[in-house]
């Protein structure tokens, strides 16, 4: 069975959408950005500060390598992984992509109260990103899924499009 690969922005609910999933499929679930941060024993911020994005990226690259050769496991990526082409063509290898898309203002609404997300502070420059990045989580996904919902019904949603798998149908 393919791994299930969770893409969105920030705010989108792949990380609770994933544990969800987890409990009710019963996958291995793993958060990305939470592996990366154990295997270097540091944070996602003091590998940018220390070593800069570019290491960081390769990082997330290296466990996309590592993402391939797993099975029924259920992935929480970070909000850019699906950003990067090489990164998708290892993830595709053995997973479906599902992109949760969250509108802007319901994001916004998830996140009023997260002072932990240094990319959400300005939210003029957070709405830039999120525009940039949406384009490029269509691209990638195999599954668009409206993440609008609760996380119930959106992990739901998603099993229910994996029993049902439609040839080539991508919105659902």
């Keep these: 069975m393919d791994n ?3 893409c969105g922005f920030m705010g989108a609910g792949k990380t609770v959408v994933g544990e969800k999933l987890h409990e009710l ?3 291995n679930f793993i958060d990305m ?3 990366i941060e154990k295997e270097q024993n540091m944070t996602i911020n003091k590998i ?8 960081f990226r390769d990082l997330e690259h290296e466990m996309c390598k590592k993402i391939a050769n797993l099975q029924k496991c259920i ?5 850019g992984t699906i950003t990067y082409k090489r990164n998708v063509k290892e993830i595709k290898k053995v997973s479906k992509i599902f992109f949760l898309n969250s509108s802007y203002s319901v994001i916004c609404e998830r996140l009023k109260d997260d002072n932990t997300r240094p990319l959400f502070q300005d939210k003029i420059k957070a709405k830039k ?5 949406k384009e490029k989580y269509f691209e990638a996904a195999d ?3 409206n993440a609008d919902l609760s996380v119930e019904e959106t992990a739901l949603k998603i099993i229910d499009i994996l029993k049902n798998e439609k040839g080539g149908e991508k919105y659902l």
């Design 4 to 6: 299930i690969v969770l």
């Design 25 to 27: 499929m019963n996958y």
């Design 33 to 35: 950005d939470e592996w």
């Design 48 to 55: 940018f500060q220390i070593y800069g994005e570019t290491y």
């Design 75 to 79: 992935v929480s990526t970070g909000g």
């Design 129 to 133: 990103l999120y525009d940039e990045r």
């Design 143 to 145: 599954y668009v899924i």
